[in-house]
Every structure is written in C-alpha cells, then in structure tokens.
C-alpha cells in the first residue's frame, strides 16, 4: 500500500514538473526572489523532517520447515531526522547535494507463531546519515519550481543492537549497523525574500542485507536477508 500511493505521488509530480518547465521558459516574468538567488553558486540550510520506516524481510529455507512460526512482517513505525544541507549548482538545472544528519527510527518485525500469538522484535535505531545526492530542477514559475532528486546513502547505526553484551545478545534480533540505501525523491521550491523554503518527498530503499545470522534463535534462522525502507517528508530551509 505504501509503494501504491508513492508511485501515485511522484507521477502527479512528475506531470507537474512538466507543466512548470513548459510555463517557466520565461524565468525573468515573475520570478523576482529566484533571480537573487540564481546568482548564487553554493548555499547551505537545514532540513528537518519526519520518517516512516520498516524492515522488508525475505524468509530463509528453514521458514518452511519450521513448525513454531507461521508469520513475519516487517511493520512501519514513525521516527524524525535532521540534516545540515550543503547545495552546489551544476548548471541551470542541476544541483548536487549533500546532507549530513541524524535519523531516529524505531523499526518492528512481527512474528506469529503456531499459537497465534504475536512476538514483537523491535529495534530501536540512531542513523548517521551521510546521503550524496543529484538533483535536477524544472524552470522557475513565479518564484516556485519543482524538482526530482536521487542518490545514495550510508547509513551508521550509533544504537545498534549489535554491540549488545553475549548474555543480552541471544535473545535479540540483531542487526549490522552500517546500511547502504538508494534514494529517489521530489519536491518543491518557493523562493521567499531571505530563503527558499522546500518540502520534499523521499522513498529509501537498501540494498545491503543488515541481518545478523543467529542458529540459535528461531526467528534469526527463519530470515535469509533484512533490508531497510523508509518513506520520509522532509522541510528544507536554505539560503
């Protein structure tokens, strides 16, 4: 369902971002904050934001063969991040971004086993985020513009359940702390007197498996890779 409405998002997006390049070709009409800004090679900002993240698990061999857990899924849980922006402009339309911050999430994975009862894995994260980013800009419309943007993220978990003490440890389900992520996303700028303010939708998805393979544990041996989603809202302010 979450993939259903951001495929929806990002093609009303899209359309939009044709229609403001198509009625933006005059850039000098109406677009009087953007062109203080256009004179500008590099600027710096924050972005504060909001996230919605889960695990998609993938079931190992030994899910079908096992007879004490009949169900697993990866549950969305709300969480925030804050990141510094550092904007370079590649061209006319063309930016590359980095943005290095911090990510608070709180990921669960739900178990149900032969009794119908639900054992709850939740892992508790801190993220080091270092993302590095292009983005390409539509022309200005009445000081506002949209924009598409896509990279890559490295994430360090500073909270991670790995570094748990042995005794502690076996009854976790543990992850590795260090994730890599593709991201792509859009938004909006409106170009105000003093700053450009800039909401912008991003979905993240990992490519690296974080799952730390446990014989002992039921629910370790049941999973043959974990690996990271999160939907994010951010709300840029730069200048």
Known sequence: MHNLHWNKGLIILLILFVGFSINGQNIAKGNYNFMDFQKKDYYFGIS????NSAYQVNRSSNFATNDSINIVNGVFKPGFNLNIITNLKIGQYFDFRFLPGFAFTDRKIE???AENE???KQIES?????????R??????????LFIVGGVKYAYDVASNSRAN????QFLLQVSPHDYQVEVGAGVQFFFPYFIFS????FSQ????VHIYKDELNESRILETVLSRVLSISFNFEG
């Open 166 to 169: 042995k005794e502690k440890a």
């Open 48 to 51: 504060l934001g909001i996230n």
């Open 199 to 202: 909401p912008e939708i991003k």
């Open 111 to 113: 178990f149900l086993n």
């Open 126 to 134: 801190v993220f080091l985020e270092i993302p590095f980013l292009l």
């Open 206 to 209: 990992g490519i690296g498996n």
């Open 118 to 120: 639900q054992i709850n």
């Open 136 to 145: 390409f800009k539509s022309a200005p419309y009445k000081d506002k513009r």
